[in-house]
């Protein structure tokens, strides 16, 4: 059962920056797609950027040039680099994994970690 560790959360000022982390376990991690999530308080779950076995990137429109998606198998960890904080980013930050990108970017999944806080504030 695969198992998500985020961490790294917190309050920063605009314009700031934070890194998160996603520990995975549970699963044979270097063979699977990850991707990063946020939830803004009345607002739906979207995919925020996504990373392949193979290191390819994608990112939304809102964050790209701004964050950036990272992995290390050796530590069975995915990253997340942000950068130029806004206000808009604040939310709770969570990650997830499957085989398939499509799964990952669909991001219909059952169970998810208890993600991280972001807050972008000053």
């Known amino acids: 059962q695969v198992q998500l560790m985020e961490s790294g959360g917190g309050l920063v000022q605009p314009g700031g920056s934070l890194i998160l982390s996603c520990e995975v376990s549970?699963?044979?991690?270097?063979?699977?797609?990850v991707g990063w999530y946020r939830q803004a308080p009345g607002k739906q779950r979207e995919l925020v950027a996504s990373?392949?076995?193979?290191?390819?990137?994608d990112y939304a429109d809102t964050v790209k040039g701004r964050f950036t998606i990272s992995r290390d198998n050796d530590k069975r960890t995915v990253y997340l680099q942000m950068d130029s904080l806004k206000p808009e980013d604040t939310a709770v930050y969570y990650c997830n994994v499957d085989h398939f990108l499509s799964v990952v970017k669909a991001g219909h999944f059952v169970s998810w970690g208890q993600g991280t806080q972001v807050t972008v504030s000053s």
């Open positions: 549970g699963t044979y991690f270097i063979t699977y797609a």
């Open positions: 990373i392949t076995s193979g290191r390819g990137t």
